[in-house]
């Protein structure tokens, strides 16, 4: 399967600081790259849907200023926690595929980034 | 109504058992299917793609019933390795252009136990 990299795949920070996680389609052009937060022992709850060259559409619930999407090539996504706060702590997953012809193909994952915030 | 539902689980089974499970889905107008499985503390990985003949990949058996509005993965033989959460995925196309989105279902999970 395609490969997507995400990184970095472990970040402590301080409560208050901000923390960037990229993501990254090494193989192929991704037109749509999802970001997950899940926590321990629960699914994947999906916090926004990006597609490249336009905003990022947020889920119910979760807040576009602190949690800043920037899709702006075909390869690579980023997700900047911002004032990360110690309930922000979480495994954050993202996800490319590519719109063709109507349907999305299969999505590939990066690793994750588990975040810690102290 | 939930997009896509699946029984949570757990499935507890002995080695060698033949376990299935179902994905119910909400909107007609999804377009593809997936099955997906996830490792403790793991991202998923896609362990396969569902069509609308039914699709065989070894120990695993996929369908798509889409007048009921389900898709199934059967296990077969299951394996300790087989421990894992399963999570059922559907494309859902959206009227007007807009891309749809894949949605997730919160996954079943599987124990293989000696």
């Known amino acids: 399967g395609a490969v997507v990299s995400q990184h970095p795949s472990w970040v402590i920070c301080k409560s208050g600081t901000s923390v960037k996680i990229e993501c990254r389609s090494l193989?192929?052009?991704?037109?749509?790259m999802f970001w997950y937060r899940q926590f321990p022992k629960q699914s994947l709850m999906l916090m926004a849907t990006?597609?490249?060259?336009?905003?990022?559409?947020?889920e119910q619930g979760v807040e576009k200023d602190k949690f800043l999407i920037n899709h702006a090539s075909l390869t690579l996504s980023t997700l900047t926690v911002t004032s990360a706060h110690p309930e922000d702590s979480s495994f954050y997953i993202c996800?490319?595929?590519?719109?063709?012809?109507?349907?999305?193909?299969?999505?590939?994952f990066g690793q994750g980034t588990r975040l810690t915030v102290v | 109504r939930k997009e896509v539902e699946q029984d949570p689980g757990p499935f507890n089974v002995p080695e060698g058992a033949t376990v299935a499970f179902n994905c119910t889905y909400s909107n007609s107008a999804s377009q593809s299917f997936f099955w997906y499985r996830q490792d403790c503390r793991k991202e998923p990985k896609l362990l396969m793609s569902?069509?609308?003949s039914g699709n065989e990949d070894g120990r695993f058996t996929a369908q798509l019933n889409r007048a009921s509005q389900y898709i199934s993965l059967l296990i077969r033989d299951s394996k300790l390795s087989d421990s894992a959460t399963y999570l059922c995925v559907v494309n859902i196309r959206l009227y007007g252009g807009s891309q749809g989105n894949l949605i997730f279902g919160k996954g079943t999970k599987l124990s293989v136990k000696p």
């Open positions: 569902v069509y609308s």
């Open positions: 193989d192929f052009q991704a037109t749509t």
């Open positions: 996800s490319a595929t590519t719109y063709r012809t109507g349907v999305y193909t299969e999505a590939f």
């Open positions: 990006s597609n490249e060259g336009s905003k990022a559409t947020y």
